[in-house]
């Protein structure tokens, strides 16, 4: 599987940005790049997906590196809601099922 | 909108006793449906997943099994638990016929073996 790197934790002020990082020096062509986040006891949430442009949704923001190797996910305003677990995946057809593989993530604090 | 229902939200049960979870989802047709388990602390395990009506398909032998016998329902048994099979169950839809589109979750079942 292509691997993908996170910092382990990070810190925010609410109402504050937050620039969320993932390196993936490995990615291939086709990899989509998937975003999800994890709040403390509950399932996973999806947050947003790209392949080569910049996308956003109601969520967030991802931010695509030109050559792919990296992406951001941005959080416009940090609410105490969005302290969980994120998680930057590679999602393409080299891997040969349609399963999710969570790395360890980035855990994300914001303080009021 | 869709939804995915997922319960119990908890269940605790004796080693040997059956389980039986089950998870529905609503507002889409013939989804693809996952069930993962997330033990304490680590990532995802895939257990099954299913393209459609009685099709499933496992990713790691076990002591579970799951049954889909309607286009939005999907069961996870066991016939006798074992104390390895507590954790946190998962339970997943995408939609159907593209793959490595994004996954929704239900809100799981913490299952705790005595």
């Known amino acids: 599987d292509a691997k993908t790197t996170q910092p382990n934790s990070m810190e925010s002020n609410e109402e504050e940005p937050v620039h969320l990082p993932c390196n993936h020096s490995?990615?291939?062509?086709?990899?989509?790049i998937h975003w999800y986040r994890q709040l403390p006891s509950q399932g996973p949430e999806y947050v947003i997906h790209?392949?080569?442009s910049n996308v956003n949704n109601r969520m967030a923001s991802l931010a695509i590196a030109e050559d792919r190797k990296s992406s951001t996910l941005i959080l416009h305003r940090a609410t105490l809601r969005d302290a969980a677990v994120y998680y930057c995946?590679?999602?393409?057809?080299?891997?040969?099922?349609?399963?999710?593989?969570f790395g360890t993530g980035t855990r994300l604090q914001v303080f009021p | 909108s869709q939804t995915i229902h997922q319960w119990p939200a908890t269940l605790v049960q004796p080693v040997g006793s059956p389980l039986s979870l089950e998870c529905t989802v609503e507002?889409?047709?013939?989804?693809?449906l996952y069930w993962y388990r997330q033990a304490a602390g680590r990532g995802l395990q895939l257990l099954f997943y299913?393209?459609?009506?009685?099709?499933i398909s496992s990713e790691v032998p076990q002591n579970l099994s799951a049954s889909r016998p309607q286009d939005r329902q999907f069961i996870l048994s066991s016939k006798k638990l074992l104390l390895s099979d507590s954790g946190f169950y998962l339970c997943?839809?995408?939609?159907?016929?593209?793959?490595?589109?994004?996954?929704?979750f239900g809100d799981g079942t913490r299952l705790s073996i005595l």
């Open positions: 997943a839809w995408s939609p159907p016929g593209r793959r490595y589109q994004p996954q929704h």
């Open positions: 490995t990615i291939s062509g086709t990899d989509y």
């Open positions: 790209g392949l080569t």
């Open positions: 995946i590679l999602r393409g057809p080299l891997y040969n099922t349609d399963k999710l593989i």
């Open positions: 507002g889409t047709s013939n989804p693809n």
């Open positions: 299913s393209v459609g009506i009685g099709q």
